[in-house]
């Protein structure tokens, strides 16, 4: 026993071997915890968030005045009247239309039926119908007007009778997300599963990982569903969730996985082996989570329901994989032992059993970056700023309806009814407060402004809506419609004429009044420039609290610098793709999508965050490796080719079944999901590649020991003492029990 060089043993270590020595018990309180998480959490509920929640800008502050005066519009419903085959019989749909405006009158969930229009051109009748309850909980309410449109669509069976509205719109949208997220757990995890088998060569060993993974997505749903009571659901956390619990998941078990198989092959006995691969890959996963963490934390600074809820899903699911690779996972490989490598795949197995073999592939792809670090450098550096230039032209807009996949029914309904009621378009509802004693000066200007919109070529000129009042005569709002695609240039147009021209030149010259628009389109415009503005707080607070975790760690500045340079090159560039693909159409028929020229508001902030703290998971993890390579005594050159080639393997199947997870979200319908994944998927591949291969081992090249300023050169003192890798720390020599 060497008591003289033996320090504390990390809090890996005795998880792993804790875990490696109790196996039953501890993964007899994993599958409890995760069962615990889901039961309580589908107790709770996963609370979504509401209007109040996710205004921001002007349109936030006009739905707080109409929520203050109670001037909140009703959920409303629409029923759709057309012919299924040539021209409509205007008597039966008169009649259909009857039938629906009596049936509506009478049930509990409905607050007012409008009378029938027809379309101009005859080929349509409508019935608008406000619901009753709260607008949020729409879906809750639009059911039984759906029974009453099916007894009436049997009854005029040669009629096309459909239903479109906040509550069945917003019930088919989350079925499709729903149908989406079924869609990528179908895909991703036996692409998943088979790309591990690859990796180990046997399907017990692939299979751990995948498991692994599962478990710490359902229990991260079920633990978010508490977590949503302060952090509510955005509509999308289901969804991020899965991605990244597949994702890291499977990545974290992976390189302790592997770690633990390299140190059996060197004659570890199996508890020497896992302990080992606690200290070492245990330790860069908890380094690699925290780094993810706190890139995603980097959220919270935009202070919007969004970003909080995305965050808090993240965090819960990262965290939760990070602690099942260092307690369950040893306890797995303790029990399985050997039966880990069964059954072996053959040829598979073969390839991936032979650890010790030269790696000459990742050797040759080394070499312009070991031999001519400067030019190698030079050249990646220009290809990747290329890469990234097309961000600087970045658009954005948030998700509207009119950007829905048309294979939807819903969608269908919605484009046969604002092609024949073009003012049935996402309307701009205008919201006014008036001061004290000026209630009747501020209508009359507020008259004059809806005035002003009627006989503007940017809004419907026969629009009807009339002007609401608050019961304390203080209040008013009033729709106004523009016969555009709320996200269309038009749209935009309309509003900002309204904004800054029609509202100023009226009600603004009532002193002391305010006023505000709200609507899809103004809440796309003022989203994109909350994004805008909170964008650089959070890229500072992520970059600052990376490069202080980075410089503790590795003891280093440099380390720490370098890592952040590269790695935001790393994400520019993956922007600059993003934009490339999504502003444009030549990708079109390959992704099956239609460009709205625009990314979507909130993925630039998010994507930022998941990219870096995805790219220091393999940062770290690779520099882990090249670091132990120096304390060996190796120079800055070998220690290099040593870490990257040593790690090569472990990483690229990683990036594999990242790129695998996130490309099937690239093949789903919603364009938020899809636009997400290829930035994922590019963001990852260019990081595992370019950066791992060509930046990262260029640069440290030419840094030289200065990488490691200002702490003490690793293997500086050992050098001429080299000695194969040793744990830190006294190894126990009892067996598993």
């Not at 079924?182 to 498991?211: C, D, H, N, R, Y």
């Amino acid at each position: 026993m060497r008591a003289q060089h033996t320090r504390k043993t990390p809090a890996t270590v005795r998880l792993a071997r804790w875990s490696a020595t109790n196996p039953w018990r501890a993964i007899g309180i994993w599958v409890a915890l995760v069962v615990a998480c889901l039961v309580i959490g589908s107790a709770a509920g996963t609370e979504k968030a509401g209007a109040s929640d996710l205004g921001v800008g002007q349109s936030g502050r006009a739905g707080e005045i109409a929520r203050e005066h109670g001037l909140v519009a009703p959920a409303a419903e629409n029923i759709l009247i057309t012919a299924k085959a040539g021209a409509l019989d205007r008597d039966v749909a008169q009649k259909a239309a009857a039938r629906i405006t009596d049936q509506a009158r009478s049930l509990e969930d409905v607050a007012e039926v409008g009378e029938a229009t027809a379309s101009d051109d005859g080929s349509a009748y409508l019935v608008s119908v406000d619901l009753a309850g709260d607008p949020d909980k729409a879906q809750d309410h639009f059911g039984d007007l759906a029974d009453v449109r099916k007894a009436v669509q049997e009854e005029f069976p040669d009629l096309r009778i459909e239903q479109i509205g906040d509550g069945s719109g917003g019930k088919a949208i989350e079925e499709q997300i729903g149908k989406d997220l079924a869609q990528a757990e179908m895909f991703s995890l036996p692409v998943t599963l088979v790309i591990l088998m690859v990796a180990f060569g046997a399907l017990i060993a692939a299979a751990v990982p995948v498991i692994l993974a599962i478990t710490a997505v359902a229990a991260s749903i079920g633990l978010y569903g508490l977590a949503s009571a302060v952090f509510p659901d955005p509509g999308s956390a289901a969804n991020i969730i899965m991605m990244m619990g597949m994702a890291v998941g499977v990545d974290y078990s992976l390189f302790y996985v592997r770690r633990e198989r390299e140190e059996r092959a060197k004659g570890r006995n199996r508890l020497d082996a896992i302990e080992i691969a606690a200290a070492t890959s245990g330790h860069a996963v908890v380094v690699s989570a925290l780094a993810v963490a706190v890139s995603m934390a980097g959220m919270y600074v935009a202070g919007d329901a969004i970003f909080s809820g995305l965050a808090t899903a993240g965090i819960i699911v990262v965290v939760v994989a990070c602690g099942g690779s260092l307690t369950v996972l040893p306890a797995l490989l303790a029990k399985l032992g050997d039966k880990i490598d069964r059954p072996r795949v053959p040829l598979l197995w073969r390839l991936s059993a032979r650890e010790d073999r030269e790696p000459r592939v990742w050797k040759a792809m080394l070499r312009p970056a070991l031999d001519h670090p400067r030019a190698t450098l030079g050249i990646s550096v220009i290809a990747l700023g290329a890469l990234a230039l097309p961000t600087f032209g970045m658009k954005l807009q948030t998700t509207s309806f009119d950007d829905f996949p048309r294979e939807m029914s819903v969608m269908q309904t919605y484009d046969r009814m604002t092609a024949a009621f073009p003012n049935k378009h996402a309307a701009s509802n205008i919201v006014v407060l008036a001061p004290e004693g000026k209630a009747a000066e501020t209508r009359a200007a507020l008259d004059e402004a809806v005035a002003q919109t009627r006989n503007h070529p940017l809004y419907v000129k026969d629009d009807t809506a009339p002007v609401r009042v608050a019961q304390d005569g203080r209040a008013f709002s009033v729709q106004v419609t523009s016969p555009y695609g709320s996200a269309g240039d038009e749209a935009v147009d309309a509003l900002d004429v309204l904004r800054d021209e029609i509202l100023p030149s009226t009600v603004g010259k009532v002193a002391g009044a305010e006023f505000a628009v709200e609507g899809e389109t103004a809440e796309n415009v003022d989203y994109a420039d909350h994004v805008k503005d909170k964008l650089p707080l959070v890229i500072g607070f992520v970059l600052l609290l990376t490069f202080v975790m980075m410089a503790f760690t590795f003891r280093s500045v440099v380390i720490a610098a370098s890592a952040i340079a590269i790695n935001l090159l790393s994400a520019l560039a993956a922007f600059g793709l993003l934009v490339a693909v999504f502003q444009n159409t030549w990708a079109e028929g390959i992704l099956d999508f239609t460009s709205n020229g625009a990314v979507i508001s909130w993925l630039p902030l998010f994507l930022f965050v998941v990219l870096f703290g995805l790219s220091m998971d393999y940062h770290v993890f690779v520099v882990s490796r090249i670091r132990e390579a120096a304390e060996r005594g190796l120079n800055t050159r070998d220690a290099v080719e040593r870490g990257i080639t040593s790690s090569a393997g472990v990483i690229t199947s990683a990036a594999i079944v990242m790129v695998s997870v996130f490309a099937v979200f690239a093949t789903l319908s919603m364009m938020d999901m899809k636009q997400m994944g290829v930035g994922l998927a590019a963001a990852v591949l260019i990081d595992a590649v370019v950066v791992r291969i060509v930046v990262l081992p260029s640069l440290m090249v030419l840094l030289g020991t200065r990488n490691w300023w200002p702490g003490k050169v690793p293997g500086a003192r050992a050098a001429a003492r080299y000695t194969p890798p040793r744990p830190p720390y006294e190894v126990p020599t009892r067996s598993v029990g």
